[in-house]
């Protein structure tokens, strides 16, 4: 796993995924000890760990561009998931993506766990971070807008969020 740390916020610890923990939670099958909340993982945690898997399969191993689980600080609890699409491309933007079981929204966790990849991102090179939310998603953007995204734009299906870093050249 390259020796990627855990990120620390106030309440959360975000725990990077190794390929055994993509292959558990693809199986829906907790390590000894491990606990998860009622409801993860859910269809997203699965699709992503399975893309996680395809990704070092294909890629090899992405370094701190990959899924973390989102754990409460206090149990460890598994209470959903965060994490980057994939490494930035050549203008160093790298996309995120991220989800809670349902008994855990509306209380701030989604956009502090935000915010500590956002850090995450910053301290490994991106030089700007972008996420996307369905337009009717409104709890998903108000997420992206607490962590300190800034909203750019909007199709007809999702509105987009971007945070660049200082310092960053046209991270477009």
Request: cysteine-free; glycine content about 16%.
């Amino acid at each position: 796993m390259n020796d990627v740390t855990m990120i620390q916020t106030a309440r959360l610890r975000l725990h990077p995924l190794s390929f055994g923990d993509a292959q558990r939670i693809v199986d829906a099958r907790p390590a000894p000890g491990e606990l998860w909340a009622e409801g993860y993982p859910g269809v997203g945690d699965t699709g992503v760990a399975r893309a996680f898997l395809a990704g070092i399969a294909e890629r090899g191993d992405p370094g701190v561009y990959r899924p973390y689980a989102i754990r409460l600080d206090a149990d460890g609890l598994v209470i959903g998931g965060i994490g980057f699409h994939r490494p930035p491309g050549p203008d160093g933007v790298v996309t995120v993506g991220y989800g809670l079981v349902p008994a855990f929204r509306g209380q701030g966790y989604a956009s502090e766990s935000l915010r500590g990849l956002i850090g995450r991102a910053r301290e490994a090179g991106a030089t700007a971070v972008r996420g996307d939310a369905d337009l009717d998603n409104i709890p998903s953007q108000r997420v992206m807008e607490a962590a300190g995204m800034v909203y750019e734009g909007e199709d007809d299906k999702v509105r987009n969020y971007r945070v660049v870093f200082q310092g960053a050249a046209d991270a477009t």
